[in-house]
């Protein structure tokens, strides 16, 4: 008896050495709900020594909102029923409130009457919060997915669809429940390419090959209502544990590819402009200066082989005839210009404009050395565009600013850059005539002058062409003036930016 006795202690005492020692919180309590015993573990899970708790409520552990759980679980237990990982939430000594996992056993005396519970709590704050954390990193992922501007779409290896976003739903018209676990192949593939598909599939999984993986592709598709349509797809496969899973990512191009059919019409109609242009200028460059030449050579023969013949007034109607053609041969020089500036292919190199505006302004002083007139011309203004088109904007911007300050004993050029909204804006500045802005609308039409042409010779081609060839440069021009106050006129250049150094 005693020899039993002494086992059944040392049985308890191990017994009861493994409990102390567990990690996990281990009470026992009675069918009132008070605490009989509190092992190391709940000392440390919930912040109470066993002295504070054993004769306690186990209430004292409850949340407010969690009042209701307690007498559940006694009556449970009343009921012999064990109840296994039941999560809930705890309140510690602190007051924080903490994630637990119970595991609840009844207690029974040597005549199997249940007498109280025994309760073993775990903490799982942290898988909680990693739980949580993983709802919330799901909920981005879909939120984002869903927000997505392509469909996305995801299939298993036996081309079961897996995933399909709102885009999807809107593109295909089947909505993402419909959509799930449907073969691809059968939903939005069309008949044609259906068989292709599947042994594109098997041969994938069979080999890990597939010719149309990670590429950007266009293709047929197949909306629910039975239409085709053109998409852009990228189809990936990803490596998942032992097999795979392919996402696709497909965007609706039929608007795109009707915008490419509507710029190759355009382009064979530019095309075809651009030959009858070529004919034109031909034609003009031909049959209209062969009689132009005529007009001007008989009228300079008149006037040198008749001069004795021909009275004052007489002269000065062959002069005027001479003044006429040759004004007509620069208009037709000058728009054959204009019109090969929308043809050719525009060259992009760096452009040091300070060095073409000194040398077109060195040209004009040339031609009339005796003006006084003081021309201030910015360093290091480089860009990147055609030098010939580039150099012809500043012989005209320059010129003009030449011609119209030639009434002022001191005038004064500058061609320098500023900075407008961000953008580097190069400028041509005077102080001449100038011109009244009520009239700026005309400034870039054509044939369209602003001055006399008694006053100012030119013939209202320049300020187009310079015009034209900022707009194939991918910039803007526009001018500021006043009367008698000198202009400015402005030019940005979109091929690249520029600043001064």
């Known amino acids: 008896m005693n020899k039993k006795l002494i086992a059944t202690n040392e049985e308890l005492a191990r017994l009861a050495a493994i409990v102390e020692s567990s990690d996990d919180a281990i009470i026992s309590k009675t069918l009132e709900g008070i605490v009989t015993s509190w092992n190391k573990g709940a000392e440390r899970l919930f912040g109470y020594v066993a002295e504070e708790m054993i004769g306690k409520p186990v209430s004292i552990l409850l949340p407010s909102d969690r009042f209701n759980e307690e007498p559940e679980i006694i009556e449970r237990l009343k009921r012999g029923e064990h109840i296994e990982q039941y999560e809930t939430v705890r309140r510690r000594k602190d007051g924080k409130n903490i994630d637990v996992s119970l595991t609840i056993s009844t207690i029974r005396n040597s005549k ?13 704050t942290e898988r909680k919060q990693a739980e949580e954390a993983l709802r919330e990193s799901e909920k981005r992922e879909r939120s984002i997915v869903d927000s997505a501007y392509d469909a996305f779409i995801a299939i298993d290896s036996n081309g079961a669809i897996t995933d399909w976003n709102c885009q999807a739903e809107v593109t295909f018209g089947w909505s993402r429940q419909e959509a799930l676990g449907k073969l691809l192949a059968h939903t939005i593939i069309p008949p044609r390419y259906q068989e292709a598909h599947t042994r594109g599939l098997k041969h994938f999984l069979e080999t890990g090959e597939g010719p149309v993986l990670n590429k950007r592709i266009e293709i047929a598709a197949r909306h629910r209502d039975g239409r085709e349509f053109p998409v852009e797809l990228t189809i990936t496969p990803i490596r998942f544990a032992e097999t795979y899973i392919f996402s696709a990512f497909l965007r609706d191009i039929t608007e795109r590819k009707r915008m490419e059919a509507e710029i190759n019409d355009h382009s064979i109609q530019l095309e075809a402009a651009n030959k009858e242009l070529e004919a034109f200028s031909y034609a003009v460059s031909h049959d209209l200066r062969a009689p132009l030449r005529g007009i001007d050579g008989f009228s300079q023969a008149l006037l040198e082989d008749y001069a004795d013949k021909l009275d004052a007034e007489g002269k000065d ?17 000058d728009l054959l210009n204009l019109s090969r500036l929308t043809r050719g292919e525009l060259r992009r190199e760096p452009v040091d404009l300070s060095a073409l505006a000194r040398t077109i302004v060195t040209d004009l002083q040339k031609t009339e050395p005796d ?23 500043l012989v005209n911007l320059l010129g003009n600013a030449w011609k119209f300050t030639g009434r002022h ?7 320098g850059v500023t900075e407008r909204n961000g953008t580097p804006t190069f400028f041509v500045r005077d102080d001449g005539v100038g011109f009244d802005m009520a009239y700026v609308g005309k400034l870039f039409a054509a044939f369209q002058r602003l001055h006399d042409r008694s006053q100012f010779q030119g013939t209202g081609i320049g300020l187009v062409t310079v015009q034209r060839i900022i707009h194939r440069h991918g910039g803007q021009i526009w001018a500021e003036a006043a009367v008698e106050q000198g202009a400015t006129f402005y030019f940005t250049i979109g091929v690249e930016k520029a600043i001064a150094v």
């Open 317 to 333: 109607y062959l002069h005027r005839v001479r003044a006429a053609a040759q004004h007509m041969g620069q208009l037709i020089d």
């Open 409 to 415: 004993a001191c005038a004064r050029i500058e061609f």
């Open 112 to 124: 199997g009457r249940i007498i109280g519970a025994s309760k073993i709590a775990r903490d799982i």
């Open 371 to 393: 003006r006084q007139a003081t021309c201030v011309i910015a360093e290091g203004l480089i860009v990147k565009g055609d030098p010939n088109l580039l150099r012809l904007v």
